[in-house]
Every structure is written in structure tokens, then in C-alpha cells.
């Protein structure tokens, strides 16, 4: 006699499925754990991070796209971009971020963003919902249903909330010091930083 699993032709699939999950999220555990200990034993020189920082604010390629601005009722909006987020994560050290796309369907996609300091143990997350669907004055709500058109959308969104996670983790006098140095490598108008031009 036959048992509900033998009958079953997804019963072996579904404990493969649960194995590899399980498999994954052990390797998972493992790079958070080795990403942990790399950050205990080799602690950022937060003085030699910072001038990394400062050094690559000089290139005018980075200091061109460092900030957004844009005006919201009246108001000017005005922050550190993702472009210039990533660049002060890379020089800062032992610092992770990422976004995740959790579920997509029925025409919309739930995402996670992060961002995590491995030596404070300072974490931001943000889960968010992006309908696939554009919207124009000219032409009103658009649904889309090209692959691209979705993932440049859902990436658009995800990279915002990203930045958000990015400022609440990294010292937000960091950021500030970073947006000055941009500032200052616009206005000097010279094409490379100065270690560059010594070279």
C-alpha cells in the first residue's frame, strides 16, 4: 500500500527544496560570522578611512554626482547621493549593504534594503512594496510589463531606500565632510586630485 509521500511525486522535491534552503542559509550564517570576525580582528583606522574619503571627494567624476537637490512644496531637498554613500562605504571599511528582492507578483514586487556596520553591529533595514506601473502627467498610470522596465523601476526605488540606510548607519559628520570636500573639488575647477597631479 502506497503511503501520502510515496503518491506524492512533489514529496522528495519539496525535501530537496527544504534542504537546499537549509544548506544556503548555513552558508548564509557563515559569511555573516567570517565578515564578523575580519571586522573584530582587522578594526578600521577610522583617521587613515577618513582621509581615503576625503581623497576621493577630489576626483571631479565623484564630486559631479555626490548630491542630490530637488524642491518639494517650496522646500529645496538636498543630501548625499547613493553614488557618493558607496564610495564613503568602500573607504570606511567593514561595511555591508545590499538590497533584496523578497517577492514579485501580482504586479508588484517587495523589496529589503540594508545596511550594516559589522564593527558597532549598527543595522537599518526597510522593506518596501513597488507597483510595477509608471505614472505621467501626459499619459496617467502605466502598467509595465517588460522585464527591464521592472527592474529599472524596482532598482530606482530599492536604491533610495538603500541611501536611507546608508545615513542612518554611517557618523553623519562623515557624510557632511564629504559633501564640503565635493563642493570644494567643483568649485576648484581642477580635473584631478593633487596626488594625481603630483604623479
Not at 519539496?14 to 534542504?19: E, I, K, P
Not at 558597532?120 to 496617467?140: C, I, L, P, Q, W
Amino acid at each position: 500500500m502506497s503511503t501520502p509521500e510515496s503518491s506524492n511525486p512533489f514529496a522528495v522535491a519539496a525535501g530537496s527544496s527544504n534542504a537546499l534552503v537549509q544548506i544556503a542559509s548555513s552558508k548564509e550564517a557563515q559569511t555573516i560570522q567570517a565578515a564578523l570576525v575580519v571586522a573584530k580582528k582587522f578594526p578600521r583606522d577610522q583617521h587613515a578611512a577618513f582621509q581615503r574619503i576625503i581623497e576621493a571627494c577630489k576626483r571631479p567624476g565623484l564630486a559631479e554626482e555626490a548630491a542630490y537637490e530637488y524642491s518639494r512644496g517650496g522646500t529645496l531637498i538636498y543630501g548625499a547621493s547613493i553614488r557618493l554613500l558607496e564610495v564613503i562605504a568602500q573607504n570606511w571599511g567593514n561595511f555591508q549593504s545590499g538590497i533584496t528582492e523578497l517577492d514579485n507578483e501580482d504586479g508588484e514586487s517587495r523589496v529589503q534594503a540594508f545596511a550594516w556596520d559589522l564593527e558597532t553591529n549598527m543595522f537599518d533595514t526597510k522593506t518596501f512594496s513597488v507597483r510595477h506601473e509608471r505614472y505621467s502627467r501626459a499619459g496617467g498610470i502605466e502598467k509595465l510589463t517588460e522585464s527591464r522596465d521592472i527592474y529599472e523601476l524596482v532598482a530606482n526605488f530599492a536604491a533610495r531606500r538603500k541611501r536611507a540606510c546608508m545615513e542612518a548607519v554611517i557618523p553623519k559628520d562623515i557624510v557632511e565632510s564629504a559633501l564640503s570636500q565635493c563642493e570644494k573639488t567643483l568649485k576648484s575647477g581642477h580635473t584631478e586630485p593633487l596626488t594625481d597631479r603630483i604623479r
